[in-house]
């Protein structure tokens, strides 16, 4: 059996964007249309991955290629760069942060290591900075918020701004709650909208604090929901009921039967 290499999906690309003879949806796409498809498919590899799914993971790790791809291509018909020049980039990139593997630096551990790497970063960012530079700089505007708390607040730590001691991170976390609950009191959604995000970043910091990844544990708590409610409803199809015919009573009631029977 022969397999395709990089070079057929590069060749399926610019058919696909053929002007004559091309995919009419393929062509009218741009870098803005198509992002939210590259953001979908990195999101499926992880989602791949949380399920432990190989065959899955096989697949969506080609999606998010053919996104690569398909960014190539379009890069590459308005003159600016091609698909070798992405791999150019980033082979270079990883030979220049790893000196202790591709040349003759040491390194006592991984953490060390991670020290090294990011002030790599940040030498690269300053180089590339016009001179307004900072050290959020780099911070992607399209991360997941919870993911793009963290790497703010890592970042300011590394000025030495930050909570010296977990306490005053929870301190600060109930402070939030308080606030959030003098909102609701006065109802001005709009004050309200702030309060709550500043609680979910408190949170996120308490979490970053405790050595937890905020984005995993959200996602971990989204899926013992869904585990749970799917099971409360086939709880109560069993009792030849639908989940909207019964009271929010029996509906908690159920919700803590799945609870009880899980932590057995």
């Not at 070079?7 to 053929?18: I, K, S, V, W």
């Not at 498809?37 to 432990?52: C, G, P, R, S």
């Not at 998010?64 to 270079?92: C, K, N, P, W, Y």
């Not at 639908?242 to 029996?250: F, R």
């Amino acid at each position: 059996m022969s397999h395709r290499q990089i070079g057929d999906l590069l060749t399926l690309m610019a058919t696909l964007r053929d002007p004559q003879r091309g995919c009419p949806w393929d062509r009218q796409q741009t870098f803005k249309t198509i992002a939210p498809y590259t953001l979908e498919e990195a999101f499926e590899v992880a989602d791949a991955i949380e399920q432990n799914d190989m065959d899955a993971l096989r697949e969506e790790l080609g999606d998010l290629l053919f996104q690569v791809v398909f960014h190539s291509r379009m890069a590459e018909e308005a003159g600016q760069f091609a698909f070798a020049d992405v791999v150019e980039a980033i082979t270079e990139k990883m030979i220049r942060r790893h000196p202790h593997v591709f040349a003759d630096a040491e390194v006592a551990d991984a953490e060390e290591q991670t020290r090294r790497w990011e002030a790599q970063k940040a030498a690269e960012r300053s180089a590339k900075s016009s001179g307004d530079a900072s050290l959020l700089d780099g911070v992607a505007l399209g991360l997941p918020a919870l993911t793009r708390a963290e790497k703010l607040q890592k970042r300011a730590k590394r000025a030495g701004f930050d909570w010296p001691e977990i306490k005053g991170v929870l301190a600060k976390v109930h402070e939030e709650m308080s606030e959030v609950e003098d909102e609701l009191t006065r109802g001005e959604y709009e004050a309200l909208h702030g309060e709550i995000g500043d609680l979910l970043f408190s949170v996120v910091n308490l979490a970053r604090h405790s050595g937890v990844d905020a984005e995993h544990a959200l996602r971990a708590a989204n899926l013992k929901f869904e585990r749970r409610f799917r099971s409360l409803e086939k709880n109560i199809a069993a009792q030849g009921k639908a989940v909207d015919e019964c009271s929010l009573e029996q509906l908690n009631a159920e919700w803590d039967r799945v609870k009880a029977q899980e932590q057995r």
